[in-house]
Every structure is written in C-alpha cells, then in structure tokens.
Nanobody, 126 residues
Framework: QVRLVESGGGLVQAGGSLKLSCAAS????????MGWFRQAPGKEREFVGA????????YYTDSVKGRFTISRDNAKNTVYLQMNSLKPEDTAVYYC???????????????????WGQGTQVTVSS
C-alpha cells in the first residue's frame, strides 16, 4: 500500500518560513518524480514545484521561484518543500504527489501523478 504523508504545515506570518515534508512508503521512491501542488479555497489545484527522481532537476511555478525550494532524500524516502518569504496568497492545502513520468512537461501536470498525499494546511497571515 502506497502512502504519502505530508507534515510541517501551520500558521505563519507573512514573510515567515515553513518547511513541509512528505514521507513516502510502499513504493520504490527513487524511481518517482515528486511534486508539490496546492489548492486554495474556491480555486483549482495548482502546480507548485517538482523534483526529478535523482534530485538533479527542479521545476517551479513562476509565483514561487526564488522563494520555495524542493529537495529530496532518497535514503529517507522523503521530499521537502522549503518555503521562505511567505505571502498571504500562498495560503492553501499543500499536497505531495508521486509520478512515474520524468519529463518537465509531465511533472508540471497533476494528471501525470499516480499517488497523492492527504494534504497539509498552510495559512499565511498578513
């Protein structure tokens, strides 16, 4: 049984930082590209960023470039999302997901992800 479990969400003031973690089990973690998505109330789920299987390549949506950093530790089956300079518009439920695809185009699209976590709430106050 595949499980992706996010943690690290919470309430933070604008300009603050949070680090999300996503622990994976039940799959061969190192062969999956990993992505982070978010969904704000009343909005569609959107791509935040992704990291390739070996961690060599990372991709971000424009609104988080320079503020968010994705990393992974294949020995710990964990992917991370370091979020700095947080803004109120970053408020959302954040999901991690695993994809068997490897191209940047695929990793940017939720349809190419097979496994999803339950999400963790991030709230940024102004």
């Amino acid at each position: 049984q595949v499980r992706l479990v996010e943690s690290g969400g919470g309430l933070v003031q604008a300009g603050g930082s949070l680090k999300l973690s996503c622990a994976a089990s039940g799959l061969t973690f190192s062969v999956y590209g990993m992505g982070w998505f978010r969904q704000a109330p009343g909005k569609e789920r959107e791509f935040v960023g992704a990291i390739s299987r070996n961690g060599a390549n990372t991709y971000y949506t424009d609104s988080v470039k320079g503020r968010f950093t994705i990393s992974r530790d294949n020995a710990k089956n964990t992917v991370y999302l370091q979020m700095n300079s947080l803004k109120p518009e970053d408020t959302a439920v954040y999901y991690c997901a695993a994809s068997a695809y490897y191209s940047e185009t695929s990793l940017r699209r939720s349809a190419y992800y097979r496994y999803w976590g339950q999400g963790t709430q991030v709230t940024v106050s102004s």
